[in-house]
């Protein structure tokens, strides 16, 4: 409905990258498979995320990576879901989360999209998110606002204002949208 064109920054939340289209489901990730098949096959998925059934992908998510720069040519910030907390993904070998971190990293890179990589403190070392961050119970993938307030404390705010600080001369500016996630970026604008 928006011409993301007219924008000087453009900030991506979530679902570009969904880490559930990956790590549910039948597959078992810790057969035998080779680095070079793993790294294509998380790349492929991370550029065309898609819904997926027994019978074939279902639908897109939103707009795949792939259509970046075209989609927003202005610098844009992808705040990426939070690692899930369910059983299939705790449970998937390191090496495999690992290359679908780097596979989302290389994906917007050659498109000039900046990452912001889930703060260390919202982590488990396995990689997963601790379920007292989860905004419901029994919701393994959405996290609550104890969550975000880290995330955009610790690396997503950081990177929010040098990106907007590369595109002002210095003159006031005003940085405004919905929701309690732009209130932290306001309050970090006037600092």
């Known amino acids: 409905m928006r011409d993301l064109a007219d924008y000087e920054l453009v900030l991506f939340i979530g679902q570009w990258t969904n ?13 035998p498979i080779s680095q070079t098949l793993l790294s294509e096959s998380m790349r492929r998925a991370v550029e065309m995320p898609t819904v997926m059934s027994r019978n074939g992908p279902v639908a897109f998510l939103n707009e795949p990576l792939i259509s970046f720069p ?3 040519p202005c610098p844009t910030i992808l705040i990426p879901d939070p690692a899930p907390c369910d059983e299939t993904y705790v449970n998937a070998p390191m090496r495999v989360k690992l290359a679908y971190r780097d596979a989302i990293k290389a994906v917007c890179e050659e498109r ?7 703060a260390e403190r919202t982590l488990t070392p396995e990689l997963s ?3 007292k961050f989860l905004r419901r119970e029994n919701d393994l993938m959405h996290m609550g606002d104890e969550y975000w307030r880290i ?4 690396v997503a705010g950081p990177l929010i204002l040098e990106a907007v600080a590369g595109s002002y001369d210095g003159a006031p500016r ?3 949208g919905p929701g309690r996630i732009m209130q932290h970026i306001r ?3 006037q600092a």
């Open 151 to 154: 995330q955009l404390e610790d």
């Open 187 to 189: 309050k970090w604008n």
């Open 174 to 176: 005003r940085i405004t």
């Open 70 to 72: 075209g989609l927003a």
């Open 129 to 131: 998110t601790p379920q």
């Open 19 to 31: 880490p559930r289209t990956l790590f549910s489901g039948d597959f078992d990730w810790s057969q």
């Open 112 to 118: 000039n999209v900046i990452v912001s990589p889930q």
